[in-house]
């Protein structure tokens, strides 16, 4: 039967992930999701997640943005917050990444308001949400909790809590 299948497929490609074998459990992923219906929507949401991490590592951006989508509408029609904040926080990383900042801002912010505590009450999250609102300025940026960030490169600076990202918190 097509459930019995999926979550046979879902263990092979957890098994697959937990060995490196990104391609195989890439795979594997892939027909499971394809073979679960919305009577497992929480397990399909479980399989997205890991295939759209497994297209990123890969690198097929544009794919896994697509599977964290799927993810994001099953969670709203399911009612499950915290599913939709991850998807919303991946979706936000991968914008980020293909360098659509008004996207990437507007799901982190969303991810971060799913989890209660808002764009602001994440130090990486605040940090990143400057970034992309005036990357290209060099000098710093006053936070709303009365903090500077200076940019000091892609990748090299690292926040009081010690979250890497782009700016330096003073």
């Not at 099953?74 to 008004?102: S, V, Y």
Request: glycine share 12%; aromatic share 6%.
């Amino acid at each position: 039967d097509k459930r019995r299948a999926a979550y046979c497929l879902i263990t092979a490609a957890a098994d697959a992930r937990a060995r490196s074998l990104v391609d195989r459990a890439h795979v594997l992923y892939a027909s499971a999701v394809r073979l679960l219906d919305l009577d497992d929507a929480v397990a399909k949401m479980d399989a997205l997640y890991a295939l759209g991490d497994l297209a990123q590592r890969l690198g097929r951006t544009r794919e896994a943005l697509g599977h964290f989508e799927e993810m994001l509408r099953l969670a709203w029609h399911l009612d499950l917050p915290a599913k939709g904040g991850a998807a919303h926080g991946r979706l936000g990383r991968l914008h980020g990444t293909l360098g659509a900042h008004n996207q990437a801002l507007r799901h982190l912010e969303l991810a971060g308001q799913l989890r209660g505590d808002g764009v602001f009450g994440m130090p990486w999250l605040r940090v990143h949400h400057r970034n992309m609102t005036a990357e290209n300025n060099q000098g710093g940026y006053r936070l709303p909790d009365g903090g500077i960030a200076s940019p000091v490169g892609r990748g090299a600076g690292r926040c009081a809590n010690g979250a890497g990202h782009p700016f330096v918190c003073h």
